[in-house]
């Protein structure tokens, strides 16, 4: 298998995901802030463009973030970052799912549309009016988040989870780009710092070695 890595939110997710796990994959780096993803030789590797890809062994390529991590799962199934049972993995998407759909494609496309416009505008379609919506949506969301987070730590309870590092993430990602949360939310604030103390958080922003 091959790792096809850059420096941007999705594949820090699968690094930090990657060092949870406890597994090493041979990888190369994709230069997306000079477009590399969008050129003829990645595009004859990868038709998305998108980063991370997982070139599997018999050549097929997986090139979603949430599919990679869900494979590599499957493959490596301890220590669980999905979970061990049906409860389990259902109640892991389920937060993992509102994580995605709720705030963190909001704060992507906010960047896209914003502080990332000149990068992306000559890319993709852009909605440079639509930025600052999203944006608020965002924040209404995390703190819809908030308010249903239930003991913890984590969001699945006592289990740190792919839906963790996900949130995780983004939040780290948004407060570099002019998105920061709002450090008064009374679980997402202490949820955030606890996850920040993790090893894999702090060496998650480091690129895969080649």
């Keep these: 298998m091959l790792i096809y890595d850059a420096h941007s939110p999705a594949p820090r997710c699968l690094r930090m995901f990657l060092l949870e796990k406890r597994l090493q994959l041979p990888a190369v780096t994709i230069d997306v802030m000079t477009g590399e993803n969008r050129q003829s030789t990645y595009l004859a590797i990868n ?8 070139r599997l062994d018999d050549g097929s390529m997986l090139t979603e973030a949430v599919a990679i991590a869900e494979y590599l799962e499957e493959r490596y199934p301890s220590p669980s970052l999905v979970g061990n049972s ?16 709720n705030i963190t494609e909001f704060i992507h496309n906010a960047y896209h549309y914003a502080e990332g416009l000149a990068r992306f505008e000559s890319r993709i379609p852009v909605v440079p009016e639509a930025a600052d919506g999203m ?32 949130l995780y993430v983004w939040l780290d990602f948004g407060q570099s780009v002019n998105q920061p949360f709002d450090r008064n939310l009374p679980n997402i604030n202490p949820w955030f ?18």
């Design 47 to 54: 038709p998305t463009g998108q980063t991370p890809a997982l």
């Design 135 to 166: 944006k608020r949506v965002a924040q209404d969301r995390l703190n819809w988040l908030d308010g249903m987070f239930g003991t913890g730590p984590y969001l699945c309870g006592e289990r740190f989870t792919a839906a963790d590092i996900w």
């Design 86 to 101: 049906p409860e389990q993995r259902a109640q892991t998407r389920q937060w993992w799912r509102r994580v995605e759909l």
């Design 193 to 210: 710092e606890r996850i920040a103390a993790r090893p894999s958080a702090e060496l998650s922003k480091a690129l895969l070695k080649t």
